[in-house]
């Protein structure tokens, strides 16, 4: 008893006299956020992380500021009774390996050699579901996206298809959940055999359920800000003639590959699509149709509102349409091109016909066209699964997609405002 007492008397020494043994103690707290201790290894390994990750800003005051934020993000998880599953996780951690290209067993190795344990980048990713489970459930019912919102979103105006744009190919696998375990084994086998562009062909057309796979997955340029948002950091740090790792969408799991990127800038006309309605009111130019075409005017705000406002066969003489810019009849286009979307003009003419000419939406949400492949001698696989039509990336966003990113962007101004709540009322300090 002796002995253990003059040990312990000599360790509180020791730390006492801030002997080095104690100092660099690697799990002593750096930091205590109100009941809960930040770690010098954690901070360490955050600090590493960041740096691999190449993450913008000073490393150790970011790494700092994320672990306190981890704190007060896992305290209000407990709070909301938020607990995750290890599928969660896992899916997680693959995700955020996915943006890097690699899988979570490629990525765990790539970080390791940075010194950053696996269970610091559990943490990390846990810490990053998790929230977002408190954000959802605390703020999903404030939040209304409106169709006006959503046409704004993918409006030219909003630029929605400026800037840079890629040239990719696509697979896309089915993952619902009778075959989410063999769509993901399928799915790793195929983006480590793909060596080559005929390979990738022959993978798109034998195992790849979107319409493109009939042209080996190719797709025309896309431009970046139409990909769904989840892929925008991915396809972004592709190089030419690269595969992307298994991306899960939900119930799909994409495979990329670029076949080029360049800068864009401004939409170029000729990739902009238009949505367009005609209404022929016989006569002629009159009075009496100008006056008609008036009317229509101050009762239609949408392209749709034009069959509440026409009644009867009437309606018969009503045709919508959605082209590309280049397809549409000149003096249309002409029209077209001076209207704004929801805008109206009474100009043409058509037989004894005025034309009631309204422009629904003008996009560049579409690709600007792949060239078909010839045909090669496994193209016809029989064991190919069936084509799901509102699969593929080459028609641009969905009106479902982008109402998850409006949706998600709103949910990211709560949260960030809630955790500077969270901030402000807690208690932190230094030992």
């Known amino acids: 008893m002796r002995l253990i007492n003059t040990l312990f008397a000599a360790l509180a020494t020791l730390a006492c006299a801030g002997h080095p043994a104690f100092a660099q103690n690697r799990f002593a707290p750096v930091v205590m956020v109100n009941d809960q201790a930040v770690t010098r290894y954690e901070l360490d390994q955050r600090i590493s992380f960041l740096r691999l990750l190449r993450a913008p800003g000073d490393p150790e005051a970011e790494a700092m500021k994320g672990l306190i934020e981890d704190r007060l993000r896992a305290e ?236 009867g066969p009437a309606q018969e003489r009503i045709s919508r349409t959605t082209q590309p810019m280049p397809a549409v009849p000149g003096d249309i286009a002409a029209e077209l091109a001076q209207l704004d979307d929801r805008e109206s003009s009474a100009n043409l003419v058509r037989g004894d016909a005025l034309v009631f000419l309204m422009l629904c939406k003008r996009s560049a949400t579409l690709d600007t066209g792949a060239a078909p492949l010839v045909a090669d001698a496994d193209a016809g696989t029989p064991d190919a699964p069936q084509i799901i039509p509102e699969l593929g990336f080459g028609a641009g966003p969905t009106r479902a997609q982008v109402r998850d990113e409006l949706v998600n962007q709103r949910l990211a101004g709560l949260a960030d405002g809630y955790l500077a709540e969270l901030r402000a009322d807690a208690i932190i300090r230094t030992p």
């Open 76 to 311: 209000a998880a407990k709070q909301a009774g938020i607990t995750l599953t290890e599928a969660q996780i896992q899916a997680g951690m693959a995700e955020f390996a996915g943006r890097a290209n690699l899988d979570t067993e490629q990525f765990l190795q790539a970080i390791g050699e940075g010194g950053v344990a696996p269970e610091s980048f559990r943490d990390f990713v846990s810490s990053g579901l998790a929230w977002r489970q408190v954000v959802r459930t605390k703020f999903a019912s404030r939040v209304t996206i409106s169709e006006a919102d959503i046409d704004r979103a993918m409006s030219v105006a909003a630029r929605r298809g400026a800037g840079p744009r890629v040239l990719l190919s696509e697979i896309l696998i089915p993952a619902g959940p009778a075959v989410a375990v063999e769509a993901r084994e399928l799915a790793a086998d195929l983006a480590k055999s793909i060596h080559s562009e005929a390979d990738f062909a022959r993978a798109a057309r034998a195992h790849s359920a979107a319409a493109s796979r009939a042209q080996g997955g190719k797709l025309g340029w896309i431009p970046l800000s139409n990909l769904p948002e989840q892929l925008r950091p991915i396809v972004a740090g592709l190089r030419n003639g690269q595969v992307s790792a298994p991306i899960p969408m939900g119930g799909t799991i994409a495979i990329l590959r670029m076949r080029g990127i360049e800068q864009g800038g401004d939409i170029d006309a000729r990739n902009l699509t238009v949505d367009y309605a005609q209404y022929l009111i016989p006569g002629g130019k009159t009075q009496a149709t100008l006056a008609e075409a008036e009317r229509l005017r101050g009762e239609v705000d949408t392209c749709d509102d034009l069959y509440r406002a026409v009644r």
